[in-house]
């Protein structure tokens, strides 16, 4: 369980095989950021603490990429509370591959 002044890490493995590197590129396979964010969001159920932060529906205030993601990394998710929200950081080995902050969010 974590707390609202607790940090969560957790390790995904990205499968050689994952759907999303079809055609994103023929040749060169990059994991779409889309899939990052989606990472970012799966994380956040093992964190209700942190999800509650969010209310009912997450905002992306904030989100960076800024290194590719290769079939068969191996990324940690960091997700920490921050004003008004939720920051998170993916990192795949030294590297950041990504960067963001989400916040609560209203429906339109």
């Given amino acids: ?43 956040l159920v093992t964190a209700p603490a942190l999800a509650q932060r969010l209310g009912g529906v997450a905002q992306i205030d904030e989100l960076k990429f800024l290194s590719p993601v290769w079939p068969g990394s191996s990324l940690r998710i960091a997700l920490s509370p921050h004003s008004g929200g939720v920051v998170f950081e993916i990192r795949q080995d030294a590297t950041v591959v990504a960067r963001g902050r989400l916040s609560a969010g209203t429906i339109a």
């Fill in 1 to 43: 369980m974590t707390t609202l002044d607790e940090t969560l890490e957790i390790g995904v493995q990205i499968a050689p095989d994952h759907p999303a590197f079809a055609g994103h590129f023929p040749g060169a396979p990059v994991l779409p950021g889309v899939v990052l964010a989606a990472l970012v969001f799966e994380a």
